[in-house]
């Protein structure tokens, strides 16, 4: 006699909502957090340097 298993019962688990949940949440927190080093970006935000590699030559004949 073979036993049937009823294919709820045979998977793994249940309907995927919690999963879904997850995926949200993590999702909201990503975008949270990625605006706040965007922010925090703006507001270290550095001038831009005359010279390259960021060094400024001082102009010539003035005793600097």
Do not use: C, H, Y
Not at 9 to 21: D, E, N, S, T, W
Request: hydrophobic content about 45%; aromatic content about 4%.
């Amino acid at each position: 006699m073979e036993k049937t298993i009823l294919t709820n019962k045979a998977r793994q688990g249940g309907p995927g909502r919690p999963v879904l949940f997850v995926l949200i949440i993590s999702l909201l927190i990503a975008g949270v957090v990625w605006g706040a080093v965007a922010i925090w970006g703006e507001t270290i935000d550095l001038p831009a340097a005359d010279g390259p590699g960021g060094i400024t030559a001082p102009a010539p004949g003035t005793g600097n």
